[in-house]
């Protein structure tokens, strides 16, 4: 672990301290400026107003709280990764948790000395000023990086294509130098070959290497043992991209019978405890989301009726069966969401329309600038708004917030053997290949990544999507 980012992950620490103490000074001074504006806020009582002292004793406290809250849930966790995204999404959740725990505490000790006001000042103030304190870090952080300080200096082993993919990737990434790649075999490569696996140590000395990266999967288990002990040993970060077995079985326990280890596949997060927890989310949310955007659904409904001749919602097929989709195990269920296109043109998707699917090479069929979606439709589709009705399937259990997204029946009939997996739990609103920042994924991609967040699923990372996923809608997308 280099220096800098250790640096870099313990300064953190009192920046939050300091601003959060700031903010509840600044939130104490707003209030008293707006007990002299009329109409702002009700006149203070000054008898029962705590002291300036009494304010700062409390905003350390709240501080300190906030610290300890933030280090259980790992938001000092020191990383070679710098996204800045993903540090303001886990201090936005550290907050919220923050909140929470302020206000149960007052409602448990029954005690609320303070103007509700300044405290509802004090909540977004300290919002606001953490993420300045992480942004003015990260204007740093960056400056430094760029001038080439504190950068990882990263070498490959093995010389193929995911090498020279990964590459490509973290060339953009201005925290890694490449170094070169390491391997017995020297191929035609953009990036430099520095010699064999057998010198391996001489060449960590000789390059000062922070990271390994290993792609190679035919070398031996001998020679992977003296990699990692040798990155153990010189304190090098070492990863490896695994087997696609490896991929497919990461969900494991491994336990002894006598002297013998044996691996056993875990079952899922989302089996006993886990499915009651997400369901209950759901529950939730779901409720939560129709009434905060009913506003928004029920001027939808309005544009769709007023845009062309049809049902608001599109729950029937051309023939006059229920739209349905494939749900949890395979069984269907009737499915929602805003009409998009024209009355009795659904069935052309596999018929006239079938030679503009861009998706050929997966049972599902996408076409690009659809002549059947209406002026509304595409409005709605840009912003996901057709699917919000899916809420109410969420609601009575058909679907779920997260998870991979609900097909129709043709194409899971196409499934190979290995895609029926995403089928063991229910269908999502919004999933991992919706939010990965890729709108290029072919079906084994999203198949990967959804199996991904079936076997790594947490309430967590379900938060975490669908904040990603508002940021998503409102950039819009393309058909």
């Not at 020191?78 to 540090?87: A, H, R, V």
């Not at 300290?126 to 070498?155: H, P, V, Y």
């Amino acid at each position: 672990m280099k220096r800098f980012e250790i640096f870099f992950g313990i300064v953190k620490v009192p920046i939050d301290f300091i601003m959060t103490v700031i903010a509840f000074m600044a939130a104490y001074q707003l209030r008293l400026l707006t007990d002299q504006v009329e109409g702002i806020a009700k006149a203070i009582d000054y008898s029962v107003l705590p002291t300036i002292k009494e304010y700062i004793y409390f905003s350390v406290g709240a501080a300190i709280v906030f610290i300890v809250i933030a280090t259980i849930g790992k938001s000092y966790k020191i990383k070679s990764t710098f996204k800045f995204s993903k540090e303001l999404r886990s201090l936005f959740l550290t907050w919220l948790v923050w909140m929470m725990a302020v206000v149960t505490y007052f409602f448990f000790t029954r005690t609320f000395p303070f103007s509700r006001l300044a405290m509802i000042y004090s909540w977004g103030l300290t919002l606001i000023l953490l993420g300045l304190g992480r942004a003015l870090l990260r204007i740093i952080q960056n400056a430094l990086l760029k001038s080439g300080i504190g950068r990882r200096r990263l070498i490959f082993i093995g010389n193929n294509n995911i090498t020279e993919e990964l590459n490509k990737m973290l060339q953009k990434d201005q925290s890694y130098k490449i170094i070169g790649i390491i391997g017995d075999t020297v191929k035609s490569s953009p990036i430099k070959h520095l010699g064999k696996i057998s010198q391996l140590e001489y060449l960590l000395k000789k390059h000062k290497v922070d990271e390994i990266i290993q792609t190679k999967s035919d070398t031996s288990s001998t020679q992977n043992e003296e990699i990692v002990e040798l990155c153990e040993l010189k304190h090098i970060n070492y990863k490896f991209v695994p087997d696609l077995i490896e991929v497919r079985r990461t969900n494991i326990d491994i336990e002894t019978v006598g002297s013998i280890p044996i691996i056993s596949l875990k079952p899922t997060p989302l089996d006993g405890w886990g499915k009651v927890a997400k369901r209950l989310t759901d529950v939730a949310g779901a409720l939560a989301g129709m009434v905060l955007l009913s506003p928004i659904l029920l001027t939808a409904a309005i544009a769709v009726k007023i845009d062309s001749k049809g049902p608001i919602l599109f729950t029937k097929l051309d023939n006059g069966e229920d739209v349905k989709r494939v749900g949890e195990y395979g069984k269907l269920f009737k499915f929602y969401k805003f009409r998009s296109m024209h009355p009795n043109t659904n069935s052309l998707r596999y018929k006239e329309l079938s030679k503009k699917n861009t998706r050929k090479e997966g049972p599902l069929v996408k076409i690009k600038n659809d002549p059947r979606v209406t002026n509304v439709g595409r409005f709605i589709r840009k912003y996901s708004i057709d699917e919000l009705p899916q809420l109410w399937n969420v609601l009575i259990g058909n679907m779920s917030l997260v998870g991979p997204r609900p097909h129709l029946p043709e194409e899971v009939a196409e499934y190979k053997k290995h895609h029926r997996f995403v089928l063991t739990i229910k269908p999502g609103l919004t999933g991992l290949p919706q939010t990965s920042g890729r709108s290029d994924l072919n079906f084994e991609e999203e198949v990967k990544l959804d199996r991904f967040y079936i076997e790594n699923w947490s309430i967590l990372l379900d938060l975490k999507l669908i904040f990603k996923t508002i940021g998503v809608i409102l950039k819009g997308h393309d058909e």
